[in-house]
């Protein structure tokens, strides 16, 4: 069945990059009427935005901030727009060594990819349409213990365990809530986050060609697929589940 979002308005968190601004490609080709996207950078929003087009809005917030989060509420229900996507998609991801972890640290992660879910979903709520869809972003490492990236596994988990209880929590509004857990995906964070050079990049790759049944890493444009199912009518009986797509890496 071809699904199209053309009555649809989306928020993407973080849309401003790698998954979330795919995503937002792969919607507004679809038709989508307006998405939403954001992240902390303006410069990014702004090139983000540009190459976007004018069915985009960017909006700076930081969703580890509660107060950025009200402001972004207020600024879509000012248009006098409802959500019937909600992509929680910003993350971050760096690494941590056990036993020489601080509290600083341990919050800097956990602000964003936890409470910054939490926080984000709770309060454009009253933005998402009944029978609308909400998926999180979470990641293959909910399930895995890779090494130093403790707190980061961690707070993926946290992200998979939200789908789930948010699933029965909106019920009676017929909101699903799904997550999606890619693999490694070509996306800025490797660099950004993880601190990868180009060799190390091409490490990986070469590892997946061995270690992983589809032999490379993800493309952004491949997760932005698998979200836009979730998000459609054709996921309509998808509840509370978790999306693997990580070309069965974490599967075999
Ligand atoms: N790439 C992978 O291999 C992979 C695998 C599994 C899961 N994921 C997940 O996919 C999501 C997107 O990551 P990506 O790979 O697409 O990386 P990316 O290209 O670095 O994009 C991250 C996006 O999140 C935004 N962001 C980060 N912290 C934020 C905050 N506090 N408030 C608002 N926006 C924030 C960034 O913009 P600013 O920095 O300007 O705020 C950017 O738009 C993350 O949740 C990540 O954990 C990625």
């Known amino acids: 069945m ?9 928020l993407i968190t973080g849309g401003s990059s790698g998954i979330g601004l795919a995503t937002a490609h ?6 989508a009427r307006r998405v939403y996207i954001t992240g902390r950078d303006r410069t990014k929003l702004a090139a983000a935005r540009e190459q976007l087009g004018e069915r985009a809005i960017a909006v700076a917030c930081d969703s580890a901030d ?9 600024e879509i229900a000012l248009r006098g727009d409802r959500l019937d996507i909600l992509f929680a998609n ?10 020489d972890t601080t509290p600083v640290t341990f919050d800097r992660l956990f ?11 709770q309060t454009l709520l009253p933005l998402v349409s009944d029978g609308g869809s909400i998926i999180l972003n979470a990641s293959i490492a909910a399930n895995l213990g890779m090494p130093n990236l ?10 998979r365990s939200f789908a789930r209880s948010w699933a029965s929590d909106l019920k009676a509004r017929r909101i699903r809530v799904n997550a999606i ?4 995906t070509r996306t800025p964070i490797l660099e950004s986050g993880l601190g990868m050079n180009d060799a190390q990049i091409d490490g990986v790759e070469q590892f997946l060609g061995e270690a992983s049944p ?38 075999v």
């Open 150 to 159: 403790s707190l980061y596994n961690a707070s993926k988990a946290a992200v």
């Open 111 to 121: 602000d964003t990819n936890v409470k910054g879910v939490f926080f984000t979903v």
């Open 90 to 99: 910003a993350g971050m991801a760096f690494h941590n060594a056990f036993g």
């Open 181 to 184: 857990s890619p693999g490694v």
């Open 2 to 10: 071809m699904t199209t979002f053309e009555q649809n308005t989306a």
């Open 26 to 31: 792969a919607l507004l080709a679809q038709g």
């Open 66 to 74: 509660v107060a950025s989060l009200a402001a972004l509420h207020s």
């Open 214 to 251: 589809a032999g490379r890493m993800g493309e952004s444009n491949e997760i932005a697929a698998a979200v836009l199912f979730l998000a459609s009518t054709s996921a309509s009986y998808v509840n509370g589940t978790e999306l693997v797509v990580d070309g069965g890496h974490s599967q």
